[in-house]
């Protein structure tokens, strides 16, 4: 099984992605399921459209999609109301962008929805690799304040900050990496190599439409590992991540 940890979908500043287009590329590349966050707007501020956006994707695939859930903390209680009645409309996890959201990743501001997260029993994705605020590091260090709640290092800090990843990773055992855009000779296999990292700490995902999705499958398909790592990347170990495994 292969499932996309992280696409995008609507309208957004660059690019755009329909729901029933991103079905026909998963089709055509063997994907059986996606995770999907709204667009960047979306993300930003309003939280209600996207989550209405993602919710109502996922329900209408079939279970093909998995809807995430977002709200900017800056609202406090208002945000966890979003994401209460997200998780009713049939979110699974909860994705945070702190660039776009405008807050630090350790100043405290995200812990209200990492309690609701952990309640909920959602992983969480945070995309990294922005400077000064979206960085592999300082995302290690809030995911170990969190020894509960799993945590997807998303973009895994590509592409300057890809030298964070390793230690960010052995840092934080409930951290794990993501691989899109990473390639398999030198990230995915520094990975591979490090010793409390592995196979099992990474997660496929395509970060559509900001990549190239054939590129994303193909170069976890061509990368010379075991079936059974090829398989926990794929889609095993986010199945256990989602409580499926």
């Given at each position: 099984?292969?499932?996309d940890?992280?696409?995008?979908?609507?309208?957004?500043?660059?690019?755009?992605?329909?729901?029933?287009?991103?079905?026909t590329?998963?089709?055509?590349?063997?994907?059986?399921?996606?995770?999907?966050?709204?667009?960047?707007?979306?993300?930003?501020?309003?939280?209600?459209?996207?989550?209405?956006?993602?919710?109502?994707?996922?329900?209408?695939?079939?279970?093909?999609?998995l809807?995430?859930?977002?709200?900017n903390?800056?609202?406090?209680?208002?945000?966890?109301?979003?994401l209460?009645?997200?998780?009713?409309?049939?979110?699974?996890?909860?994705?945070?962008?702190?660039?776009?959201?405008?807050?630090d990743?350790?100043?405290?501001?995200?812990?209200?929805?990492?309690?609701?997260?952990?309640?909920?029993?959602?992983?969480?994705?945070?995309?990294?690799?922005?400077?000064?605020?979206?960085?592999?590091?300082?995302?290690?260090?809030?995911?170990?304040?969190?020894?509960?709640l799993?945590?997807?290092?998303?973009?895994?800090?590509?592409?300057?900050?890809w030298?964070?990843?390793?230690?960010?990773?052995?840092?934080?055992?409930?951290?794990?990496?993501?691989?899109?855009y990473?390639?398999?000779?030198?990230?995915?296999?520094?990975?591979?190599?490090?010793?409390?990292?592995?196979?099992?700490?990474?997660?496929?995902?395509?970060?559509?439409?900001?990549t190239?999705?054939?590129?994303?499958?193909?170069?976890?398909?061509?990368?010379?590992?075991?079936?059974?790592?090829?398989?926990?990347?794929?889609?095993?170990?986010?199945?256990?991540?989602?409580?499926?495994?």
């Amino acid at each position: 099984m292969i499932i996309d940890a992280h696409v995008r979908i609507g309208d957004g500043r660059e690019v755009s992605l329909k729901p029933a287009d991103l079905l026909t590329t998963m089709d055509a590349l063997g994907i059986d399921q996606a995770m999907v966050a709204p667009s960047e707007r979306c993300i930003a501020y309003d939280n209600r459209e996207g989550n209405a956006a993602t919710t109502a994707a996922a329900r209408e695939s079939n279970g093909r999609l998995l809807a995430y859930a977002v709200a900017n903390p800056w609202p406090g209680r208002a945000a966890l109301d979003e994401l209460d009645r997200a998780r009713d409309d049939g979110a699974v996890a909860l994705a945070v962008d702190s660039v776009l959201q405008g807050f630090d990743l350790l100043d405290g501001l995200l812990d209200p929805l990492l309690d609701f997260a952990a309640g909920a029993g959602w992983f969480v994705y945070v995309r990294t690799g922005t400077p000064a605020n979206a960085l592999p590091l300082p995302l290690a260090s809030l995911a170990r304040r969190r020894p509960e709640l799993p945590v997807v290092m998303g973009k895994s800090g590509a592409t300057d900050f890809w030298i964070d990843a390793i230690p960010a990773l052995l840092h934080a055992t409930n951290l794990y990496g993501d691989t899109s855009y990473a390639p398999w000779d030198t990230v995915l296999s520094g990975f591979l190599a490090e010793p409390g990292i592995g196979a099992e700490r990474l997660v496929f995902a395509t970060d559509s439409p900001y990549t190239v999705p054939i590129a994303e499958v193909d170069r976890i398909r061509d990368w010379p590992v075991d079936p059974e790592q090829q398989a926990a990347v794929f889609g095993g170990n986010l199945a256990r991540l989602l409580g499926r495994g």
